[in-house]
Nanobody, 126 residues
Framework: QVQLVESGGDSVQPRGSLRLSCVVS??????????MAWFRQAPGNNREGVAA???????KYVGSVKGRFTISQDNSKNILYLQMNDLRPEDTGTYSC??????????????????WGQGTQVTVSS
């Protein structure tokens, strides 16, 4: 069973930056057809795909974060990152990482992922 542990969430002011990390319990996403992604969920809202990356390094972002967020991975350390710049109040939510090994292209659809972390809270407020 793959385990994912997120960290890096915090409370920041608008226009601030955070870097989230997700440690994966095994050398996982170097295999073909593997995707990893970040999702977020605010109270009262559905879970939303934020950024995804596949085993070929292709990335995908939801429109509201393009140009502000960057997803990356460190294969040697089994870590997935999400660099978040120019944060806005609407970025507030619980951010979770997810993986799946039947995912040939980067996907922002929650149902495409079978392994999930517990999440880390990001709050953007003045």
């Amino acid at each position: 069973q793959v385990q994912l542990v997120e960290s890096g969430g915090d409370s920041v002011q608008p226009r601030g930056s955070l870097r989230l990390s997700c440690v994966v319990s095994e050398h996982y996403y170097s295999d073909s057809d593997t995707c990893m992604a970040w999702f977020r969920q605010a109270p009262g809202n559905n879970r939303e795909g934020v950024a995804a990356i596949d085993s070929y390094g292709n990335t995908k972002y939801v429109g509201s974060v393009k140009g502000r967020f960057t997803i990356s991975q460190d294969n040697s350390k089994n870590i997935l990152y999400l660099q978040m710049n120019d944060l806005r109040p609407e970025d507030t939510g619980t951010y979770s990482c997810a993986t799946d090994d039947l995912c040939p292209v980067a996907s922002l659809i929650p149902g495409d992922y079978g392994n999930w972390g517990q999440g880390t809270q990001v709050t953007v407020s003045s």
